[in-house]
């Protein structure tokens, strides 16, 4: 069974600073993608950004990055020059390579502060 | 990009009745869609999954009788929340796969908020 854990349930950070939130995953898998979705009170699900496991290159989107450390199974999202449309519910989601099914984190609520 | 859609996005009932919750890709075939519950503050909890012309497959402790899944088009699966009670309160949220798209993901619906009295 795959499981995903998110240790920080509530995290804040001012306008403009970095801040990195924490994912770990447990798998016996080894071709699987990794996934950060924000979820904004509006409660749209909308994705931040994909890693696939195959790849040793960090995955980037604009402001956000990943770290992603295969052999610890650790998947963590940093946030550069964080903004207040930041602000969100964050899941880090595991999706194994010939399966249909995402594994979901229990979530970081994430508070941009101005 | 993709879009998938939702309706209502929000809907009160008498405990006792049915109600039922559509899920539509707009700009895809969806061969697979996911049906999901979460509660407030807490994470999305799959339900089932449903491959359009089949039976859907729950995930365990989900009742089939309860909340029945059709995936009968390619771009249209429903969710029935039958004899409703207050416990059934949530926010259901789908999502979608399907060729034509990116295979290593899903693409969400912007959910429905379900109040039973």
């Known amino acids: 069974a795959q499981t995903v854990t998110q240790s920080q349930p509530e995290m804040s950070v001012q306008e403009a600073e970095t801040v990195t939130l924490s994912c770990t995953y447990d798998?016996?898998?080894?071709?699987?993608?990794l996934f950060w979705y924000k979820q904004p009170p509006s409660r749209q699900m909308i994705l931040v950004i994909r890693?696939?496991?195959?790849?040793?290159q960090n995955a980037t989107e604009n402001r956000f990055s990943v770290n992603f450390q295969k052999a610890a199974k650790s998947f963590s999202l940093k946030i550069s020059d964080s903004q207040l449309g930041d602000t969100a519910m964050y899941f880090c989601?595991?999706?194994?390579?010939?399966?249909?099914?995402?594994?979901f984190g229990t979530g970081t609520s994430l508070t941009v502060i101005p | 990009g993709a879009v998938v859609s939702q309706h209502p996005s929000w809907v009160i009932c008498k405990s006792g009745t049915s109600v039922k919750i559509e899920c539509r890709s707009l700009?895809?075939?969806?061969?697979?869609m996911f049906w999901y519950r979460q509660f407030p503050k807490q994470s999305l909890m799959l339900m089932a999954t449903?491959?359009?012309?089949?039976?859907?497959?729950?995930e365990q402790g989900v009742e089939k009788d309860k909340f029945l899944i059709n995936h009968a088009s390619l771009t249209l699966s429903t969710l029935t929340v039958t004899s409703a009670h207050p416990e059934d309160s949530s926010f259901y949220i789908c999502?979608?796969?399907?060729?034509?798209?990116?295979?290593?993901?899903?693409?969400f619906g912007p959910g429905t908020r379900l109040t039973v009295l």
């Open positions: 999502s979608a796969r399907g060729p034509g798209r990116r295979t290593d993901t899903q693409y």
């Open positions: 798998t016996s898998e080894n071709n699987y993608y």
């Open positions: 890693q696939e496991a195959y790849k040793q």
């Open positions: 989601a595991f999706m194994k390579g010939t399966g249909n099914q995402f594994y």
């Open positions: 700009d895809f075939q969806a061969t697979t």
């Open positions: 449903s491959n359009e012309g089949s039976k859907a497959t729950y």
